[in-house]
């Protein structure tokens, strides 16, 4: 069983960061954890920056020697006149090229353009395409109106919401910038207010998360049309070539990936409808975290459906190929653009560790499998695998007469499982038929004893009509005005008596 495994088997270990600092690591950022990710991030800039200040040098002392040199043939030629002026504007020219080049690697200690820094000021007016956008999205509005209805009892609530609008307000005008830099821009934001939050405004560890949990969700709700699969990128590009790859593998079964699930079972079959239903509906979340949220009832529905088909706890190698069965079945919109999107703007601490993070860390190993997917992943030839692929053949059809004896073999195998499973089918529906027909027998036997039943009863005790009681004067006239109402329709009766008085 573990032989048949081998490809889609995934040792716990390859979860974590690279680096051995605990966390959950991720294929976007080369296996590392977020914390790792950026650090590493920042040494490679900071290596970046000082490789541009070694070269900004260098081209200064060149082009200093070079303008010393031409100095020193300007002196020698005193004769040239009239070219002074020429030479004193050309010399000016480079060095103000050389102070340009000096001053692209020094940080700037002027105050930013007007138009950056307009949106910080809590009294001014916001810009008619800060209020476009605002106006244009109906969720926005609403994230800002529960946003600021769960900052009125913090005593703090007021100084967070105003550098939260600060911060989306500057980030509309930075549209053009890349999507890592916008991530970076997001994920400092995130690092800074909950590092003030812990010393300045004294809050608790699980307060401080309530608090950005509010934040990202307003923040990501108001900058997601600019987050989320942005220009910049090539992820409408992948997600297209993902969802080509998914559509054209529609033929992998549960039996290729040995997954343990029995979609026979009533129960097992409603959790994998589920779990499709829930990686399908994270595509119409625009916050990381309910995003999230999605993929973490999609794992659940999958571990249910395990345990009610194995009835025992999964583990987590049966765990990884039936989520990428479902990740198949499903083929989720933009599934490329999603995992992205939590992996630039979710909190960092939720996707490291939790449930979140080891559920969304497998799922990005579910993709990845599905993109590297061949026939050793699924016991198959790579005859068989191409054939498939390219829809001459499937695993439900007789292949063709080019293909080999163990493909002819395995579709034989398939053709004696029908068979099978009909012998079976027909056996259950004749012990279905006798059921019944002894069934029907049951209560034909049930009728007939009730009915000897009733009539020993009444056996035992008859009516008593043999010497009824004789009628008064009174009863006479009773019965018989009870015999003419009776039948006051009917006109063959004869007329009532009359009485008579006897006189004797």
Same mark, same amino acid.
């Given at each position: ?91 000016? *020219? +480079? ?9 692209? &690697?020094? %940080?700037? $200690?002027?105050?930013?353009? =007007? #138009? /950056? ?98 934040? *990202? +969700? ?9 987050? &989320?699969? %942005?220009? $910049?990128?090539?992820?409408? =590009? #992948? /997600? ?265």
């Amino acid at each position: 069983m573990m032989s048949q495994r081998r490809g889609i088997h995934l040792d716990q270990s390859e979860l974590l960061c690279k680096k051995g600092c605990g966390f959950y690591g991720n294929t976007a950022w080369q296996g590392l954890c977020s914390k790792c990710w950026r650090e590493e991030n920042q040494r490679e800039k900071q290596k970046q920056i000082q490789e541009d200040w070694a070269l900004a040098e260098r081209l200064q002392r060149e082009e200093e020697e070079a303008y010393a040199s031409r100095q020193q043939k300007t002196q020698s030629q005193p004769s040239i006149t009239p070219f002074s002026k020429f030479e004193e504007r050309k010399t000016k *020219e +480079k060095s103000s090229k050389v102070n340009t080049v000096t001053k692209f &690697f020094i %940080p700037s $200690t002027k105050t930013p353009p =007007k #138009k /950056d820094a307009a949106p910080f000021d809590p009294q001014s007016s916001p810009s008619p395409s800060s209020s476009t956008s605002r106006k244009s999205s109906v969720d926005s509005d609403i994230a800002t109106r529960e946003f600021i209805d769960f900052l009125k009892p913090l005593k703090s609530g007021r100084e967070i919401f105003k550098q939260c609008r600060a911060f989306t307000e500057t980030m509309v005008y930075k549209r053009d910038i890349g999507a890592d830099e916008l991530s970076e821009c997001v994920q400092d934001f995130y690092q800074n207010l909950s590092e003030r939050l812990q010393t300045q405004f004294k809050g608790s560890s699980d307060q401080v998360e309530c608090i950005m949990d509010e934040v *990202e +969700k307003y923040i990501m709700t108001r900058l997601y049309k600019e987050a &989320f699969c %942005p220009e $910049t990128t090539d992820d409408e =590009k #992948k /997600d297209l070539a993902i969802q080509k790859r998914i559509r054209a593998l529609h033929w992998v079964t549960i039996e290729m990936l040995c997954v343990p699930v029995d979609e026979e079972i009533p129960e097992v079959s409603d959790s994998v409808v589920k779990a499709i239903t829930d990686v399908i509906e994270m595509d119409s979340k625009r916050v990381p975290k309910n995003k999230l949220a999605c993929i973490t009832r999609c794992s659940k529905h999958i571990f249910n459906a395990i345990k009610v088909s194995k009835k025992e706890a999964a583990s987590a190698d049966d765990f990884l190929p039936t989520l990428i069965y479902i990740v198949l079945k499903a083929n989720p919109p933009r599934l490329h653009s999603n995992i992205q999107y939590i992996t630039r703007f979710c909190n960092p601490s939720r996707l490291m560790t939790g449930e979140d993070g080891y559920y969304f860390t497998n799922l990005c190993c579910a993709v990845a499998f599905i993109e590297k997917l061949d026939g050793q992943s699924l016991n198959l030839s790579s005859e068989e695998f191409e054939l498939y692929m390219s829809g001459q053949a499937s695993p439900n059809w007789p292949l063709t007469s080019g293909a080999t004896s163990s493909s002819s073999n395995s579709a034989l195998s398939q053709v004696h499982k029908r068979l099978d499973l009909l012998t079976g089918l027909g056996e259950r529906q004749e012990r279905v038929i006798e059921k019944a027909r002894q069934l029907e027998s049951d209560l034909i036997d049930w009728t007939d004893e009730v009915e000897q039943k009733v009539q020993s009863v009444l056996e035992s005790f008859p009516p008593d009509m043999q010497n009824p009681p004789a009628p008064t004067a009174s009863g006479t006239a009773a019965a018989s005005s009870a015999i003419d109402s009776d039948n006051v329709e009917n006109e063959l009766l004869p007329p009532p008596l009359q009485p008579q008085v006897f006189a004797g």
